[in-house]
């Protein structure tokens, strides 16, 4: 097999492409992770990309993208993640995988999603991540970090997950082009604070990250004296 088709050789460069340290024990997860999707798409529909070197790229390297950027954030610090909408886990897999010292919960609506993550919990032995069977306005948290990717609007995600942000938490929404429709139609209650733009590995398209936070109004006792 080439280097050009071989799946291991092509996350290895990825990884390296974006900083990342990925020990051969990560490395096996990532893939695994790949090929249990492959296997429950079979059966459940877990994700609409089924083929394995788009799964590789949209899905894998375009999760693990975020990876720095989130780690930048959060400063290597053991923080609570939920990520909202995860569908088949991502970027909430990847993310667990990628950072043993996050807590991962990945919530869905879909009980066969939540199920699917549960199931790869076990499998990939990661006692970080967890999949919930819920609706994200359902939960409290509260998480440091709430993420998502091709979820909703800004507005619909914040004001939906607003319930489980900790005080003083971000949310990460995981975005292609900048939304500067989305950005503008943000509620008051929530600002933006940096979009962050990503370079994907194998990926000629825009993507970027959108950071938000709750918005303190000036005199208000959250924002000190
Ligand atoms: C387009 S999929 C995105 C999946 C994944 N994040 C990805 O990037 O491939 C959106 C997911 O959001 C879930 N969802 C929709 N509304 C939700 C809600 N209120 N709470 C939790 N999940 C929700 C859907 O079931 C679906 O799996």
Same mark, same amino acid.
């Given at each position: 097999?080439? &280097?050009?088709?071989?799946?291991? =050789? #092509?996350?290895?460069? &990825?990884?390296?492409? @974006? ?5 051969? #024990? ?6 695994? !992770?790949?090929?249990?999707? =492959? $296997?429950?798409?079979?059966? !459940? ?13 949209? /899905? ?17 610090? &053991?923080?609570? @993640?939920?990520? %909202? ?16 010292? +996050? /807590? ?7 009980? $066969? $999603? ?6 790869? =919990? ?12 819920? #609706? ?6 509260? !998480? ?9 609007? @800004? ?8 319930? =489980?942000?900790?005080?003083?938490? %971000? ?13 503008? &139609? ?7 604070? /940096?979009?962050?733009?990503? *370079? %994907? ?7 970027? +990250? %959108?950071?938000?936070?709750?918005? *303190? ?9």
């Amino acid at each position: 097999m080439s &280097a050009a088709s071989d799946p291991s =050789a #092509r996350l290895v460069a &990825a990884a390296a492409a @974006l900083g990342i340290e990925l020990g051969v #024990r990560q490395q096996e997860q990532l893939l695994a !992770y790949l090929e249990l999707i =492959a $296997k429950w798409n079979k059966v !459940y529909n877990l994700t609409a990309v089924r083929d394995p070197d788009e799964m590789l790229v949209q /899905h894998l390297f375009d999760s693990l993208a975020a990876v720095p950027a989130l780690r930048r954030q959060t400063g290597g610090r &053991a923080v609570r @993640l939920l990520d %909202v909408g995860s569908g088949a886990g991502l970027p909430g897999v990847v993310i667990a995988v990628c950072c043993p010292e +996050i /807590h991962v919960d990945c919530v869905d609506t879909v009980g $066969k $999603k939540a199920a699917f993550i549960q199931q790869v =919990a076990v499998q990939l032995r990661l006692p970080n991540l967890r999949g919930l069977h819920d #609706r994200v306005e359902q939960l409290a948290g509260p !998480y440091e970090v709430v993420s998502s990717r091709a979820f909703a609007s @800004l507005a619909d995600f914040v004001t939906w997950s607003e319930g =489980a942000l900790a005080a003083g938490g %971000v949310w990460l929404a995981m975005k292609g082009k900048r939304p500067d429709a989305e950005l503008a &139609a943000l509620p008051p209650a929530a600002e933006a604070f /940096h979009v962050e733009q990503l *370079i %994907v590995p194998e990926l000629s398209a825009e993507r970027c +990250i %959108v950071w938000m936070r709750r918005r *303190i109004e000036p005199g208000s006792p959250a924002a000190g004296s």
